[in-house]
């Protein structure tokens, strides 16, 4: 615990010091403001957490099993738990297999639902606003640091792969986290096809620069709903199909969020009626 402590403070030491040189009058003031918009992101690091913890317990799927099995550490020093890494699935685009993206004109933007050009279509569905929270492992914001985020579309086609959409390149896009280690996009909400539990591919790059020049990716993962949140969308119209497909799924029983989802497991605003907005915490 002392090492620990004292490994805080060492970081802490050289911006309390670097405010003191540029404004003295003002350096207490500073310094607890800076303190308390730690404490600030941690509360909030925690509530996404604790709200996915107790998500992962809900029932999922009219077939599956309705127990959790995940466990998550709290955020702190040293404590935030690294994302499980995940396939990008025969459908990336990002150079791998076949298409790249990542170097279009365009594609590093927030609202993802359109094909870019002024002739490609737009992806129908519920709305929906996926925003990545990226932290160390020492809970502090990842600054700076790219996402590159794609899904299928409600009736669970990938843009650039699947029959009827080889044409439209929408439900991709990358951004930029902020001061926050944030990233927001405004898509729809994901259809769920056989064999899979509805999710969304991401990936992490160090910067910008890296995600649109190289394929060096840094960590390769995928976000869970939980299915209270599948299961009111897919009571609406466009989505009868994974209606049908979700019936024989569970979170439990998914091929890849089997071992341990809860670190996955989004936290979950909104109704089908309204648009949802999801938020996951993602250690790197």
Same mark, same amino acid.
């Given at each position: 615990?002392? /090492? /620990? ?36 992101? *941690? =509360? ?16 999922? &799927? ?5 127990? !959790?099995? &995940? ?13 499980? /890494? ?7 685009? @990002? ?21 870019? !050009? ?16 990226? =932290? ?8 700076? #640091? ?9 009736? !669970? ?17 990358? %951004?930029?986290? @902020?001061?926050? &280690?944030?990233? =927001? ?9 056989? &064999? ?8 992490? #790059? ?12 840094? *960590? ?13 969308? #897919?009571?609406?119209?466009? #989505? ?11 979170? %439990? ?5 089997? @071992?341990?989802?809860? /670190? %996955?497991?989004?936290?979950? =605003? ?6 949802? %907005? ?7």
């Amino acid at each position: 615990m002392k /090492s /620990s402590r004292s490994a805080r403070r060492a970081r802490l030491r050289p911006v309390l010091h670097a405010h003191h040189d540029h404004a003295p009058d003002g350096g207490l003031t500073e310094d607890l403001r800076r303190i308390a918009a730690r404490l600030d992101r *941690r =509360t909030m690091l925690l509530r996404a957490l604790a709200f996915g913890a107790g998500a992962a317990f809900v029932g999922c &799927g009219g077939g599956g099993s309705s127990s !959790g099995s &995940g466990t998550i550490n709290p955020p702190g020093d040293g404590l935030c738990t690294l994302i499980p /890494s995940e396939t990008n699935g025969p459908y990336p685009a @990002d150079g791998s297999n076949g298409p790249n993206v990542l170097d279009d004109a365009g594609i590093v933007r927030s609202d993802i639902r359109s094909t870019l !050009g002024s002739a490609g279509a737009t992806a129908d569905g519920v709305p929906l606003t996926l925003r990545f929270l990226l =932290t160390g492992t020492d809970c502090e914001p990842l600054v700076g #640091y790219a996402v590159y985020a794609w899904h299928c579309d409600r009736l !669970g086609r990938y843009s650039l792969y699947s029959s009827g959409v080889t044409g439209e390149n929408y439900l991709r896009g990358v %951004q930029v986290t @902020d001061a926050e &280690g944030a990233v =927001t996009f405004t898509s729809i909400f994901p259809g769920c096809y056989p &064999g899979r539990w509805p999710h969304v591919h991401f990936e992490v #790059y160090e910067s910008l620069a890296v995600a649109t020049s190289e394929n060096n990716v840094l *960590r390769t993962s995928q976000l869970a709903f939980p299915a209270s949140s599948c299961n009111d969308v #897919y009571g609406t119209a466009g #989505y009868e199909t994974s209606a049908q497909n979700i019936s024989s799924l569970s979170l %439990q029983t998914d091929g890849i969020f089997a @071992d341990s989802y809860a /670190s %996955q497991l989004a936290a979950m =605003t909104g109704t089908a009626l309204a648009g949802y %907005q999801s938020e996951l915490v993602v250690t790197v």
